[in-house]
C-alpha cells in the first residue's frame, strides 16, 4: 500500500525530490503570503477563475478513501515587482501509520501566465522533502535552492500552473494541443488531448464536462504510457471535478466534492 500512497502524492505529475535550502537574496515565503491581495490590473488575461476560489476533492485508490485534496487561489500578490496569481494545491490523509501531508505552490504572471516561482512541501510518511525554484523567464533561467542557475524554456509553466493555463484553453472534441512550455525542458512536449463530452457525477452534483488526456515527457500518471483522464466542467468555470488513472495495481481517483469562491 506504500506504493500506492507515493503514487497518489505524485497525483498531479509531482514527484518528490531531494531537499534545497530557500533562494537567498529573493522574497521569502512568509513577506509574499504577507502582502496583501491586490486588484487585478488591467494587462491581465482573461481566466475562468478568481481569488477565493477554491476546488475541494476527495481522493480514492479504487473504492478506498484514502484522503482529500485542494485547489486554492489565494491571492494576486507581487515576486519581483510583478503580479502574480498565488495557486496552493494540498493533499492531505493516508493509512494507519502512513500519513501523507503534501503542499504544492504556483506564482505565475498574470499577464503571461509564465511561472515566477514554484514550492514543493512533500512530507509522506518518515519522507520529508523540500524543493524551492525561482524562474526568470525574461532571461531564459530558472534556479533551484542554492543552486547554480540553469536554463528554462520560453514562457514556462510549472505543474501548478499548467492546471489553470489548462483551463484557459478553447478544448475543442477532437483536437490535440501541444505546447512546449514546461519549465522543465526535458518534460517537452506536453499535450492535451480532447477526447469526448460526458455527464458525470461526482459528489458536488452532476455536470457536464469534456475529457483530456494529458501527457509529459515524463515519469508517472501523466506520461506518455500513462492511462490518465481529466474531466473539466463544458461551462465557462472550466472546474475540474474528477481525474482517474489506471495503474498496474489499481486505480487511483479524484473526485470534486465542493467548491466555493468560482465564478
Known amino acids: 500500500m506504500k506504493r500506492s500512497m507515493h503514487v497518489f502524492a ?22 509574499v503570503q504577507d502582502m496583501a491581495s491586490r486588484p487585478l490590473p488591467a494587462n491581465a488575461l482573461a481566466v475562468p477563475f478568481t481569488v477565493g476560489e477554491r476546488l475541494d476533492y476527495e481522493v480514492k485508490f479504487g473504492s478506498l478513501k484514502v484522503g ?15 503580479p502574480v496569481w498565488h495557486t496552493v494545491f494540498t493533499i492531505k490523509g ?42 526568470f523567464p525574461e ?15 520560453s514562457n514556462p509553466l510549472d505543474e ?18 501541444e505546447f512546449a ?26 455536470f457536464k464536462t469534456v475529457v483530456l488526456q494529458p ?7 501523466f506520461s506518455q504510457n500513462g492511462k490518465a483522464e481529466v474531466w473539466i466542467t463544458d461551462d465557462d468555470r472550466r472546474m475540474m471535478v474528477q481525474m482517474k488513472s489506471k495503474l498496474s495495481f489499481g486505480s487511483l481517483n479524484l473526485y470534486l466534492r465542493g467548491s466555493k469562491g468560482t465564478k
Open 10 to 31: 505524485v497525483l498531479l505529475g509531482l514527484a518528490a525530490v531531494p531537499f534545497t535550502a530557500p533562494p537567498a537574496g529573493g522574497q521569502t515565503l512568509a513577506s
Open 68 to 82: 482529500n485534496g485542494s485547489m486554492e487561489v489565494k491571492e494576486i500578490t507581487e515576486v519581483r515587482g510583478r
Open 94 to 135: 493516508g493509512i494507519p501509520l502512513y500519513r501523507v501531508n503534501d503542499v504544492y505552490e504556483s506564482w505565475f504572471d498574470v499577464a503571461t501566465f509564465n511561472s515566477l516561482r514554484y514550492h514543493q512541501d512533500v512530507d509522506e510518511g518518515n519522507y520529508e522533502r523540500k524543493r524551492r525554484y525561482e524562474i
Open 139 to 153: 532571461r531564459g533561467m530558472l534556479k533551484e535552492g542554492d543552486r547554480e542557475e540553469e536554463p528554462t524554456v
Open 160 to 177: 501548478g500552473s499548467f492546471l489553470y493555463f489548462v483551463r484557459t484553453l478553447p478544448l475543442e472534441v477532437g483536437k490535440t494541443y
Open 181 to 206: 512550455r514546461y519549465f522543465k525542458a526535458q518534460g517537452n512536449p506536453v499535450r492535451i488531448r480532447v477526447l469526448r463530452r460526458e455527464t458525470v457525477t461526482v459528489p458536488a452534483g452532476t
Open 215 to 221: 501527457t509529459f515527457q515524463t515519469k508517472g500518471i
